[in-house]
Every structure is written in structure tokens, then in C-alpha cells.
Antibody
Framework: QLVESGGALVQPGRSLRVSCTASGFTFGDYSMSWFRQAPGKGLEWVGFIRNKANGGATEYAASVKGRFTISRDDSKNIVYLQMNRLRTEDTAVYYC?????????WGQGTLVTVSS | EIVLTQSPGTLSLSPGERATLSCRASQSVSSSSLAWYQQKPGQAPRLLIYDASSRATGIPDRFSGSGSGTDFTLTVSRLEPEDFAVYYCQQYGTSPRTFGQGTKVEIK
């Protein structure tokens, strides 16, 4: 099971960190991904972080590269998405999920609204 | 970037009918690295098919996936009331991972 938290209303240019807490599986063995879905739109990949065995490497979509950072704390079973210099177009429900290719399971999502 | 184009945009069918959804890639998807997800209003997506044709755990066998290269298909052999939803294909053979725009399967 995956549970996201931390979504909020933030002003453009500000930062926000959302979290995803995992349970029911060996979190440290899994790479983890973040996706988002703008209101009424389709799914968009944000990025992923590999597990420690694969060096914890990260990759990001071009739309967020340099602004967003994915990290993980395997001792707490949490993956984070740090979002800096937020833009209005970052408004979306953010989902975490297990894996870095096909992904399963998915969390229920957390809403991030960027507006002044 | 691999662009995935799904067709049709909307499919209007009755329960019990067969649904055939298409996903076409702008270039070959390596190792048939293509997945299908189902999403219902207000819910997170659910994995149905991975590696083009492998059913995810717990997915009924009325769902099947096929294809390779640039053309992929999701088939629902007999639609149940709970199958009316939006379906997305996703490729994960290369980065960036990309999704199709979705096909909505609605009740006729």
C-alpha cells in the first residue's frame, strides 16, 4: 500500500515537498516512480528513483528537470518529491507508485494546486 | 521521445460487447515494454497489462493485450459494468516514460 501526503495550495515560485509512505512490501527492494495528472487531463510521468542496489539513480521528465528532486528514506519506507520553483502548470494530483517501468501499486494521490 | 496515440478517443459499447483499444507508437517500443492501465473517476490508475501481453495479478482473463513494435491492442472480451472507464497505454522501454492520451469506454 502507498499513501501520499503533503499536497497543498502554494503560490507560484514557492516550494513544496510531498511524501509517499509504503507498507506491505519490502520497500528497499523497489524502485519508485512519481506521476501526475492535471485536472481533467491524462497521466504524465514525473520521474523515478532506483533502489539502493541500483545506486539510487534518478531520472526526470524534461518539464520538471532541475526543479523537482526525488529522494528516498528506506529506514522509514518513504519516497519524497521535492518541488521547487513551482509553476501554475504544475497543478495536478501527484501519484507515487512502485517500480520504474510498469508500475504497481499506485497511491491514492495528493493534490498540489499552484495559484496566487 | 516516443509519442503514443490511442484510438478511438471514445468507445461507446453495451455490457457484454467486445472492446478493442489501439495504441500506436511513433517509434518501436523496445522489448514490448508497454503497459495498460484502467482509471475510474476519482481513483488512481490500476495496472492491467505489462510487457504488452502479461496480465497483472488479480486481473480477470477477459482483459488481454497483444502487439509489438509500434502497434499494440488491449481487448476486453465481454464488457462488465465495472469495465467502463478510461484506459491508458504507457511505454517504459525508454525515457522519458510516456502515456497515450487515453480511451474512454462508455456505456452506449
Amino acid at each position: 500500500q502507498l499513501v501520499e501526503s503533503g499536497g497543498a495550495l502554494v503560490q507560484p515560485g514557492r516550494s513544496l515537498r510531498v511524501s509517499c509512505t509504503a507498507s506491505g512490501f519490502t520497500f528497499g527492494d523497489y524502485s519508485m516512480s512519481w506521476f501526475r495528472q492535471a485536472p481533467g487531463k491524462g497521466l504524465e510521468w514525473v520521474g523515478f528513483i532506483r533502489n539502493k542496489a541500483n545506486g539510487g539513480a534518478t531520472e526526470y521528465a524534461a518539464s520538471v528537470k532541475g526543479r523537482f528532486t526525488i529522494s528516498r528514506d528506506d529506514s522509514k519506507n518513504i519516497v519524497y518529491l521535492q518541488m521547487n520553483r513551482l509553476r501554475t502548470e504544475d497543478t495536478a494530483v501527484y501519484y507515487c507508485s512502485g517500480g520504474w517501468g510498469w508500475v504497481d501499486p499506485w497511491g491514492q494521490g495528493t493534490l498540489v494546486t499552484v495559484s496566487s | 521521445e516516443i509519442v503514443l496515440t490511442q484510438s478511438p478517443g471514445t468507445l461507446s459499447l453495451s455490457p457484454g460487447e467486445r472492446a478493442t483499444l489501439s495504441c500506436r507508437a511513433s517509434q518501436s517500443v523496445s522489448s514490448s515494454s508497454l503497459a495498460w492501465y484502467q482509471q475510474k473517476p476519482g481513483q488512481a490508475p490500476r495496472l492491467l497489462i505489462y510487457d504488452a501481453s502479461s496480465r497483472a495479478t488479480g486481473i480477470p482473463d477477459r482483459f488481454s493485450g497483444s502487439g509489438s513494435g509500434t502497434d499494440f491492442t488491449l481487448t476486453v472480451s465481454r464488457l462488465e459494468p465495472e469495465d467502463f472507464a478510461v484506459y491508458y497505454c504507457q511505454q517504459y522501454g525508454t525515457s522519458p516514460r510516456t502515456f497515450g492520451q487515453g480511451t474512454k469506454v462508455e456505456i452506449k
